[in-house]
């Protein structure tokens, strides 16, 4: 599976991006898929994942503004991100698992995009 992130740019608080990972290579509707992101001089960190079930985790500061969702026949995942904030500054990146299964940890996943930059001015 090959997956491409893009959608990224830069945005004033408060603004809206909808960031996009195109798989090719398989389809990953049976799979589970995340969003992880890595601010500068940070670890990378859980930001969302949904299982083949429906079921969707988010992390707690972007419960209730970030959306992902998944649409199966253009086998794209995407990550609606509402009201950014300056601390949602990052690299964001996408990833698809070996199971049905999201996961909140980047144990399972085999499969990443190359990333796509979040910058939130203030």
């Known amino acids: 599976v090959q997956l491409q992130a893009f959608g990224g740019g830069l945005v004033q608080a408060g603004g809206f991006l909808r960031l996009s990972c195109e798989a090719s290579?398989?389809?990953?509707?049976?799979?589970?898929v995340g969003w992880f992101r890595q601010a500068q001089g940070k670890e990378r960190e859980f930001v969302s994942a949904?299982?083949?079930?429906?079921?969707?985790y988010y992390t707690g500061s972007v419960k209730g503004r970030f959306t992902l969702s998944r649409d199966n026949a253009k086998n794209t995942v995407y990550l609606e991100m509402n009201s950014l904030k300056p601390e949602d500054a990052a690299i964001y990146y996408c990833?698809?698992?070996?199971?049905?299964?999201?996961?909140?940890?980047?144990?399972?996943?085999?499969?990443w995009g190359q990333g796509t930059q979040v910058t939130v001015s203030s």
């Open positions: 949904n299982s083949w079930s429906g079921i969707t």
């Open positions: 290579g398989r389809t990953v509707r049976t799979y589970g």
């Open positions: 990833a698809v698992s070996n199971d049905g299964y999201g996961r909140t940890t980047e144990d399972g996943y085999v499969h």
